[in-house]
């Protein structure tokens, strides 16, 4: 616990920082070759592996915020772990959405609505297109580089306040620093809402730019927050054997997670049906079609490989972790709850690349006008490998502050409370 | 048993603190009984353990009336829309999972709550309208800033002098005779 001699973990960064630079080097040229001969799926790699680590990311400054708000008495000794891992949002924004956003190539490639020359399926170009002329207050290219750039601003600044007045009280011992950290906590988290919606509109969302739902933004932050909390448990396991949280996180805290897991895998149950469920219902073409290039091959008419991606999202990703988790003991022995929360970590993968893949590929020798982009290609390794890439800068950024900062919060007013968690 | 204990509820006893309560309690407990109770004015984390208690079986049937409530709208709404009297509405199927699980999900929560609810009645053998402990004339200021400890007579250990003595061993106050 004495910052004196940070703990032998730490010393792994530049292995870690080394494994991010390669994989993203790799990840990077297959984009840039693909760009070059007008394939977008090897950059849809870029961003897919950028935007799990975003959404694993926001969700934790999200739990840093909210047991901020709440004063969670069990939190402090977690939280420290997000704070430190925080400081790789606004890296991973800038060095996977932000060039992705930015480079002309790269923008056309991925948001065809940024290309007025892109075929649309049906044979007419975006830039004869009603429905982005309808829309272009809000889908041109200037606002949404400076919408990018703005979250970058706003979640960089977020994450640069929470961790100072965390990390200042570690050598002040101010209790000040506990309330000054709640009035930005309150304040943070309405901005923080704003800001993520608007982020999965602009980057997942506007991947089909004719479609909508309201509900996009806060499917996004059930992701975001269901996969904070599977990095979370997975982490966590690791720092209690043979790192800094041994012999420190017991049964209670492994509880509360647990719960929050299986609150969360409801939670995006809920939003994710319940999108389905208006579509389907109302059953207007310009919302169907998102799920019925998601279901049916359009050319045969039978269900396509992406159906069964649904199927694995509705048996894998929540009948599977949330009827486990539904029992105590789940949540309670460290091998059980490990295993549900790798279980969530590859469903929101799986989640992302339902989300992000599929789109209307302009083919004039169908009869529909398109084809669907496939599920099972080689490029689901270069996602792999960016999401490997990745992480390997946002442990490096982790296990480097870990170095540098206290590990346990040893002046947090709630610290005792939070180490003598109980049921 | 004699006869005597037939008409006898237990004997009880009362602590002033909370250690004491509690590391009785734990005493109690590895002396094997499992008929007795601990009352005390406020909730004292870590009593479930130092008293030994398991789990709550409540989920179970919190658990079983989910799944009956689950299974229940499902056969509602296949009954209704399919069976007995077909109608399409909005094109869709006459039954599917899908449009009618608002339903099927509400009658999942409803008799889930059923369960948590009525659960908990049986469990704790509610009602009852009235207890034995309620005629000690110390009982109310175990509401207030004593703490009890009732050893019951339908336990297989009890016998009246050894589990007063037992008690006394314990540092309980006050030790009683609760009769049926």
Redesign the interface.
Known sequence: MSSSSPHALTAHWKKFLALGVAALAVVWVFAYIGVGHHENRQALSVLVGSLFWVSVLIGMLLLTMITRVFDAGWAPLVRRNWELLIEALPVVLLIGVVPLAFLPEFRHALWDWTDPAHVLAGGHTVGHDPILQAKSWFLNEPFFLVRIGLYVLVFGVLVTLLRRWSFAQDTDRTAGHTHRLHAVSAVGIPISAVALTMLAFDCLMALSYHWFSTMYGVWFFALSIRLALAVTVILTYKLSNGGWLDGLLNQAHRHVLGCLMLAFTVFWAYISFSQYFLIYTANIPEETFWYNIREIDAATGLKSEWWSVSMYLIFGFFFLPFLSLLFYRTKIIADRLLTVAWIILIGGIVDLWFNAIPRQVYDKSTPEGFVVTPFLTSSLLLDLAAIIGFGGIVFAIFLRGAAKHETIPVHDPRILESINYHE | MNERNERIHGVACIFRKVPDVFHAAEKVRDAGWKNWDVHTPFPI??MDQAMGLP?SPV?RLT?LGGVTGFITGCLLTWYMNSYDYPLIV???PYWSV??P??VIYECTILLAAFGTFFGQFIFNRLPRHNHPLFDLPNFARISDDTFMIVLEARDPQFHLDESRNFLQSLGGQEITVIRD
């Open positions: 984390h870590g789990r989920p658990l909005g094109g869709k899908i449009f699980f608002p």
